[in-house]
């Protein structure tokens, strides 16, 4: 079972590119590309923005982008906007199902 | 549109048994193409995968609390359930439930509920 590593917290402009990371500390992690990304807003349910590393659900904005290399996944979210602002956690399935321990995005 | 809401509880004793039930619509729950999970965040932390079960009745659970967790399904009800045995106030959180697929958008949670928040206190 893999414990995910993300930063506590990330800030950006209005307009610029923002990166989140999520470190596992498993083999499976590694080899299978099973990383899921989720949004929350306060007071409110989790929203998938990414799966399988990087495909996009249908409805979620192109400017949410997901990559993986090694151990570290990667949220990237290009051209902030206020309404980005929130709670992301990375979750892997590689095994038992492990959230990483969330990053609060501040946009400025 | 599939939708799922929990319900039960919202105050459980400490050393009793909590019991939430998601009752799913707009979809079935026998398709054989999801895991119907729950998942809980206590107030103001992270997320915690609890476990899920499938349509035929097997399930998976998280190895931290799995001698405390019971999974359970009603097809017919369209119904899945959770038991947390011999609460305490670590179990305090906002449980949700989710169906996370097997055959699209697999392994990943793309429906959840809107949460419920569960207190363990006497």
């Known amino acids: 079972q893999s414990a995910l590593t993300q930063p506590a917290s990330v800030s950006g402009s209005p307009g610029q590119s923002i990166t989140i990371s999520c470190t596992g500390t498993?083999?499976?992690?590694?080899?299978?590309?099973?990383v899921s990304w989720y949004q929350q807003h306060p007071g409110k349910a989790p929203k998938l923005m990414i799966y399988?590393?990087?495909k996009r659900p249908s409805g979620v904005s192109n400017r949410f982008s997901g990559s993986k290399s090694g151990n570290t996944a990667s949220l990237t979210i290009s051209g902030l906007q206020a309404e980005d602002e929130a709670d992301y956690y990375c979750c892997s399935s590689a095994g038992p199902r492990v959230f990483g321990g969330g990053t609060k995005l501040t946009v400025l | 549109q599939v939708h799922l809401q929990e319900s039960g509880p919202g105050l459980v004793k400490p050393s009793q048994t909590l019991s939430l039930t998601c009752t799913v619509s707009?979809?079935?729950?026998?398709?054989?193409?999801?895991?119907w999970s729950w998942i809980r965040q206590p107030p103001g932390k992270g997320l915690e995968w609890i476990g899920y079960?499938?349509?035929?009745?097997?399930?998976y659970y998280n190895p931290s609390l799995k001698s405390r967790v019971t999974i359970s399904v009603d097809t017919s009800k369209t119904q899945f359930s959770l038991r947390l045995s011999s609460v305490t106030a670590a179990d305090t959180a906002v449980y949700y439930c989710a169906r996370e697929g097997v055959t699209m958008i697999v392994y990943a949670f793309d429906v959840w509920g809107q949460g419920t928040m569960v207190t363990v206190s006497s």
């Open positions: 707009g979809g079935s729950i026998s398709s054989g193409d999801y895991y």
């Open positions: 079960i499938y349509y035929t009745g097997s399930t």
């Open positions: 399988e590393g990087t």
């Open positions: 498993s083999s499976d992690f590694e080899t299978y590309n099973l």
